[in-house]
Structures are given as C-alpha cells and as structure tokens.
C-alpha cells in the first residue's frame, strides 16, 4: 500500500507534522513502514507558459518556444511532439541541475535556446505520459515564474499492510488510523455538482435485481471522463496502471477511499449465480467482489456502482468454487469500505460530470458485532492501568461506538469496516497500538494458568482411568440403559426407588424403574455369554444407581465367572474354577491396596464367602462369592463379584517418593491361635505397636492343628540405615513378647 502526504493532507490536517513524526507514527500503531521517497524538484525549475510555438527553421523535429515564466520570457529548442503555445509546462531555467543534466545556454541548429522545458523522468519524476509534462490547474492554481515543487514535490511512503488490516488499503483509511493517533478529526470537504433534473429511474433500466449477498448505491453520470495530471501523477507515485481515462479516475476514487467502484451501462442487470452476485451487461460482467470483466469504451452515458461484500463470505464462495480472481478480489477479501457515499461522493467530485438526480441502491443488512466490555479487563490484558476515559475516547476515535453501561463497563460497537475485530482481544490490541506500547512499563513476564479443570472432569478422568486398568487385567466393559425390572429387584431383596419418585410411564415393564444396583444386570450378561460358549467371563460396568429417595451414585461393578482362565498348554486343558481371592487381586490392580472386613448379609452374597472392602477407613463397596441358590436361577458357574460406590473412591494422588537404599529383610513367625481368633484381630495386634521399621507384615500360611491353627507371618523390615542382627531380634521380640501377652504362643 502505497500513500502520499498531500493525498493524506485531502483527509486530515497535518500541519505541524514532519513526515519523520507520520512514519514513526504509522510504525507505532501497527502499519509497518517499508519504504519512503521524497520527490523534491530542483532549484530554479518554474511555471511557464508557452506563448508562441513554431517551426525550428534548420531541423524538422524541433520547435522555438517563446516561454513566459513571469520575470521574463524565454526562447527556448525543444524537440517534443506535444509542445504547444497555450500549454503551461515546467521550465528548467540556465543554471538548474537536473538529475542527469546541468541546464546551460546552447545552440540547436543555430538558434540560442534559454533552458529546457520538462518531461516527467527530465525531472526525476514516474514516466507516466510521453512527451513533455503538460499542466492543468487540477494541481493548484498555476502562476507563472512559480517553484515548480510547489506543485509537484511530494514524499511517498511504502506501507506493508497485513491481510487483515482491510480498512487501511486506503488513502482515507490510513488517514482515519493517523487522526486516531493524532488526536484530529477527519475533513470533511463540502462540493457541488450539476445535478440533471432529469432523474435515474428514467435512464437507468435493471432487468432483474436478484441480490443476496452484497450493497450497492448506483448513480447515473452523462459525458465523457478526462482524466487530469493529479490522477495520472498521484496514480503513477503509487505505481497504479489504468487502461484510460474512466479507468483512472475509479482507480484513483478507489485507492483514495477503499470503495469498490465498477462502471457500468445504464442497461444492465443484477443476478444471483451459485452464491455470486453478478452485474450483468451487455459489456460484460462484474461478479461483486471477484471479478470485473466490464468494458466500457468512452461512454457518453453510464453509471458508476458503489458495492461491498462481506470479506469472509466473497473469501469462502471464492475458495469453495475456486473462481478467478483479479484487484476487486484483493480488495474485497481484505475489507473493503462499507460507507459507500464516501466512494461515491468522491468520484463526482474529481469527475466534473453531470450527475442525474437521485440515486438507486441495494442494501444487504447485516447485524452490527456489539461486544460487552469492561476497562478493567482491558487493563488486565494490556498489562497496565488506562483511564476509562481514555480508552474510550481511542475507540470513538477508530470509529467504534460507546454506550456506557455500568461502572467500568460499556458497549462496544464494531464498525462495519473493521472486520478483523472480533472480540475483547482485538478491542484491547486496538487501545493498546494507539496510546503506544512505549508507554508501557516493563514488568517480568509472568504467567498464570487458570485452574480449569472442574469436579466434573476429575471425576470422568478417574472413571477413564478405572476403565483402562480394568480392561488391561482382562476384564470386558458391559453398557446397560439405568433402567431396571422393580418387581426383580425387590425379588432379591434390594432398595427400590420410592413410588412418588419413581418412572411414570416406564418403557416396558422389564426397564419399570431406576436401577439400585449393577449387579444384576451383569449377571443377565454371564448368562447370555455362557449361552454363546464362553467359560472364562471377565465383566465390569461403571453407571449410575438410585436409592430410594432418587439420590444417584456412581458406582462400578465387576464379575467373574466360571474358569479363572482360559485353557491353555500350561493347565493342560483344565483350567481352574474361579475363587473368592481372584477377585481380590483384580481388584487390588484396580483400586490399590484395601482390606476386607465381614460382611453381614449380602442380598445376592455367599453366606460364608462374603465381605465389606475398606479403603482409608470408609466402606466403599462389596466382594463376595455368589449364592449358589441365585448361582441356580441365572443357570450360570461359580461366580465371584464386587461393587463399589465409586464416590466414597477417592483418585490417589501421585506423589513421588524417596526410595529407601538401605536392604529389606523378611523374618517368618509361626504362631497357635484359637480357631474363633480372626486375623483382623492379630493385624491390629501387631499394627499399634507402630514399629517404624515394621514397613509390612502378611500371612503366608495356615495349617489345621485340630483344636487350633497354625498361622505363618512374613513380616518385612527395613530402616534407615543398614539393621543389625541385634536391632531385628529386638523388633521380633517385641511382636513375640505382645502376641504372648495375649495368650497367642510360638509353635
């Protein structure tokens, strides 16, 4: 994107401001500077006004010019083909240095010549037109003798503009972001035009006006364009080709304001084509926001229209149905200008054409972006505190709109132009760039990660993770609807859901209410898959259960059934039936360490096989073989199973842990107990005597003696150094001493 300071000075004052102060400036907010070029004529080259023009009497191509530069008039041999009396052109005068070439007196074929009359590149100046450089008054009013920079030095700054920076791929759009910056308003230039009475609907005939996806605002214009040297010299200092004089001055309007302007015939049409909305023509077709294929040649008669398309939707139908593309594209995909007054406003005024009254428009409503804001999260994303005032007045300064709505908090409405703000982000990228990053004290970068992770997520983490372990030691996950037959339930003697709270219109009756346990349901499922000839079945589900007050909890339930594996060379074809300690180890992989406790009664439970599982103190669940009566009516094996409440479960925390260098050792201790002696009461025997050495301690064996057993301990001890002989007898000695103390003896 390229801009020039006296185009910029068409929109904003900026008296005062050096051109440095305007870089550094545009550098600051966020349109980087790529290049910058001063155009300055040299000294002693003027205004001049051919005043006669003849024949060089001694060299057919060349002319002696009388030239009135104000102080004087001066002969002057030049060899242009355009030269003319009338004409006011650039005059180097003797002594003058040119890029190439130093003006001294000369004779041309006998005839003294008193300087040089100018084309552009004579002057370091764009080639933009042959021959020598012919004025008009389009540059300012043109006075004879006058510094020639006066009207053509100008300073041209090179802008790398990024894709999503729509709005400044425009003369006025980079002076709307400068009096942002500057703190000065926009100029707003009156003008007239002559208006033909005659008005637009009377010339301008639309067969069909099918849009859907775009605006218009259409005028009529009557006579031929011409161009001037403003638009030919600003164009080529922005390296902008046209193809003619029409062309010119809409790319000229374009470039200065953002708008899309197509010219068109006073005949046309507007249609819809597969998302596309199409100008059509007898000259061609202009597919808004693509591709203009519309051809005008010198028309006397024509219209200009004014358009905007959405930059997402033109980007999406043009990727989808991978059309051609040219500038409009480029434009319109970028963010375009929506106010299309400005465009065309514009364009009547550098066109001096006769316009027919009224005009004729299109337009595609679209729902501003309205954002709730607060100042105070500004400040916290920007990383320092601005005044409410402040900021807001940087907003209405880029064009947003402000309605206060609480203290520190205000409505934010996007302009339509802005297509790239979309939320409180882009909003405070926005303060920031303006009131100056430089202006921000630094600070150590810090970074705080909101903890987002929820009771809810642990939970179906944890869960994840019980399923995973489960399905690793061999067991199949089982999925049941919550549903559950109410007259079973209270068959095997478990709560049902009160009658006030339970299912009014139940699916059938085999699913007539909540379910309060899991058990059953796998147990339906044993029995279809030893139907289907399976012998070694390994299930758990993991869902919800109701009591009857309609409370629900999470819980899992695992069942194993008849073989403990499957058949294989190692147990020669027979393998084992399942036990009551099979599903302890499961289970012990799955949950970690437990201990088990006597249950009292279990409604599916083994009366004698039957027990409560306790983790950190707290009941969380069952383990038990099944009933052989219950065992009979589902007609399958041996069956062991548990259930446990998984929200009395807590998730183990990780933590890692010093290991201990030092060497375990392992001591056996035989002892006699009475067959009515559990081992939980040895356990806790043992366990409050809170040997520090003592890390564990487990049966390994139990022999019948008749009237009492015999039951072998391992117990584990290690310290924090390495242990003598000694300092084990005297931990085993002080078991043995406590054990006898309660009439236990050593076998």
Request: charged share 30%.
């Amino acid at each position: 994107m390229i801009v020039t300071r006296k185009w910029l000075e068409e929109f904003i004052n900026l008296d005062g401001i050096s051109t440095e102060d305007i870089i550094t400036t545009l550098n600051r907010i966020g349109n980087e500077v790529e290049g910058y070029k001063k155009i300055e004529i040299p000294e002693n080259v003027v205004i001049g006004e051919v005043i006669d023009c003849v024949k060089h009497p001694n060299a057919d191509k060349l002319n002696v010019c009388k030239v009135d530069v104000g102080d004087e008039t001066l002969q002057i041999v030049c060899g242009a083909k355009n030269v003319a009396a009338g004409q006011f052109v650039v005059v180097s005068k003797v002594g003058a240095s040119l890029p190439e070439i130093k003006i001294k007196k000369a004779k041309l074929r006998g005839i003294e010549s008193n300087g040089m009359i100018c084309a552009a590149r004579e002057l370091g100046l764009p080639d933009f037109h042959e021959g020598i450089l012919v004025l008009d008054n389009s540059l300012g009013e043109l006075k004879k003798g006058e510094y020639a920079g006066n009207y053509l030095n100008d300073e041209i700054i090179e802008l790398g503009i990024t894709a999503n920076s729509g709005d400044c791929f425009s003369i006025y759009g980079i002076a709307r972001e400068l009096a942002a910056a500057f703190n000065k308003n926009i100029i707003s230039e009156e003008f007239t035009y002559e208006e033909i009475p005659e008005g637009i609907g009377r010339i301008v005939k639309f067969e069909k006006t099918d849009i859907k996806h775009s605006s218009h605002l259409i005028k009529a214009f009557q006579g031929s364009v011409k161009s001037n040297l403003k638009i030919k010299y600003r164009l080529s200092l922005c390296e902008i080709e046209a193809k003619n004089d029409l062309d010119e001055l809409i790319k000229y309007s374009m470039h200065a304001t953002g708008v899309l302007l197509v010219a068109s015939d006073v005949k046309s049409s507007f249609e819809e084509n597969n998302g596309v909305d199409e100008l059509k023509t007898q000259s061609g077709k202009y597919q808004v926001g693509i591709k203009n294929d519309i051809k005008l040649e010198n028309p006397s008669q024509f219209i200009i229209d004014a358009n905007y398309i959405d930059p997402e939707y033109v980007s999406e139908i043009v990727f989808v149905n991978k059309l051609k593309t040219d500038e409009y594209f480029f434009k319109a995909s970028r963010g375009s200008e929506p106010d299309l007054k400005i465009g065309m406003d514009y364009f009547i005024k550098e066109s001096n054409l006769k316009v027919y009254s009224s005009e004729i428009d299109f337009i595609t409503e679209k729902k501003p972006l309205v954002l709730n804001v607060s100042s105070k999260e500004i400040c916290e994303i920007i990383g320092q505190n601005i005044e409410e005032e402040k900021i807001v007045e940087i907003l209405k300064k880029l064009g947003f709109v402000i309605e206060i709505i609480g203290d520190e908090t205000f409505r934010v409405k996007i302009p339509e132009f802005r297509a790239d703000v979309k939320n409180i982000q882009d909003v405070s990228e926005e303060v920031l760039r303006i009131y100056g990053i430089d202006e921000i004290k630094s600070s150590p970068l810090n970074f705080e990660e909101k903890n987002r992770i929820n009771d809810i997520i642990n939970k179906i983490d944890f869960i994840n993770e019980l399923k995973l372990k489960s399905v690793s030691l061999g067991f199949y996950e089982a999925i049941h609807f919550v549903f559950d037959d109410k007259e079973r339930l209270k068959k095997y003697g478990f709560e049902v859901v009160d009658e006030k709270l339970d299912l009014a219109n139940p699916i059938v009756n085999e699913l007539s209410t909540l379910r309060s346990t899991l058990l059953l349901q796998l147990l339906d499922d044993i029995k279809r898959n030893r139907a289907n000839g399976y012998k070694s079945i390994y299930l758990f589900t993991i869902g919800s259960v109701y009591n009857k007050n309609r409370v629900e909890l999470t819980k899992a339930a695992y069942v194993i059934s008849s073989n403990a594996e499957f058949e294989n060379i190692t147990n020669q074809g027979k393998p084992k039936k399942v036990e009551f300690k099979d599903m302890i180890e499961k289970l012990s992989s799955v949950i970690g360490e437990f201990k088990l406790m006597q249950n009292d009664s279990h409604p599916l439970a083994h009366p004698y096989q039957n027990a409560k599982i306790i983790k950190d103190g707290k009941e969380i669940g069952v383990v038990a073989k099944l009933h052989p009566k219950v065992q009979k009516e589902f007609d399958i094996e041996d069956t062991v199973f548990a259930e446990i409440d998984l929200n009395k479960l807590k998730r183990p925390k990780k933590e890692a842990k010093i290991i201990n260098k030092f060497p375990k050792v392992n001591r056996d201790l035989s002892i006699v107990t009475d067959k009515n002696i559990t081992y939980k009461q040895i356990f806790e025997l043992i366990d409050n005597l809170n040997i520090k050495e003592l890390i564990d301690f487990y049966p390994i064996d139990i022999y019948d003696l008749g009237k009492s057993n015999s039951l072998t301990i391992r117990f584990v001890i290690q310290g924090e150094k390495t242990l003598t002989d000694n300092e084990i007898n005297d931990i085993m000695q002080k078991i043995i001493k406590k054990l006898e103390e309660k009439g236990f003896s050593l076998r």
